[in-house]
């Protein structure tokens, strides 16, 4: 059973930093691309970034490049995302995905962060 | 990077059929047969509907169908049941600087 787990999320004050983490169950990791989209509250869904399976390759949403990192490590099967420089705007519940044709699609439950003083 | 645009709420009666649309552009929508559509339950994470258009996964109901004219593409769920109330969110590969987009979402009430 695939299953994707997040952690990390919490509540931070604006410019602050947060590292989620993703951990990845029940697919053979290191053979897809991993994506980070987020959920502003009662807002719709919003990609942030992808990986490459080797992490050769990284894209970002215009709005989180520069500030946010995104990496993974296969021999752990994990998958993360280092914010900085966290605005309000950023807050959200943000899902591990991944997701490859034809129909390989799973969602982690989301881990909630708030920007906030 | 703009998301796709998508109805913002449909409704209909149980047993009626609706469709939601969910409009791009010809970098997006128009230019690939690589649109989804998620199905999203209140504090859930999204479930994938239909791939690539038209097809649906090992599981989901034959009511929900998808189909794609142009840069905008529809899904249509027929039949409706209480438990298809929800959020729907479409998605599509795009040739942007970002490889994909969502829509704004649709709110589904069955009436």
């Known amino acids: 059973e695939v299953q994707l787990v997040e952690s990390g999320g919490g509540l931070v004050q604006p410019g602050g930093s947060l590292r989620l983490s993703c951990a990845a169950s029940g697919f053979t990791f290191s053979s897809y691309w991993m994506s980070w989209v987020r959920q502003a509250p009662g807002k719709g869904l919003e990609w942030v970034a992808n990986i490459k399976q080797d992490g050769s390759e990284k894209y970002y949403v215009d709005s989180v490049k520069g500030r946010f990192t995104i990496s993974r490590d296969n021999a752990k099967n994990s998958l993360y995302l280092q914010m900085n420089s966290l605005r309000a705007e950023d807050t959200a519940v943000y899902y591990c995905w991944v997701s490859s044709s034809p129909s390989f699609d799973y969602w982690g439950q989301g881990t909630l962060v708030t920007v906030s003083s | 990077q703009s998301a796709l645009t998508q109805p913002a709420s449909v409704s209909g009666s149980p047993g009626q059929s609706i469709t939601i649309s969910c409009t791009g552009t010809?970098?997006?929508?128009?230019?690939?047969?690589?649109v989804s559509w998620y199905q999203q339950h209140p504090g859930k994470a999204p479930k994938l509907m239909i791939y690539e258009v038209s097809n649906r996964p090992s599981g989901v109901p034959d009511r929900f169908s998808g189909s794609k004219s142009g840069n905008t593409a529809s899904l249509t769920i027929s039949g409706l049941q209480a438990e298809d109330e929800a959020d729907y969110y479409c998605?599509?590969?795009?040739?942007?600087?970002?490889?994909?987009?969502f829509g704004g979402g649709t709110k589904l009430t069955v009436l």
């Open positions: 998605s599509s590969y795009t040739s942007s600087s970002t490889p994909w987009v």
């Open positions: 010809s970098s997006d929508v128009g230019g690939y047969n690589y």
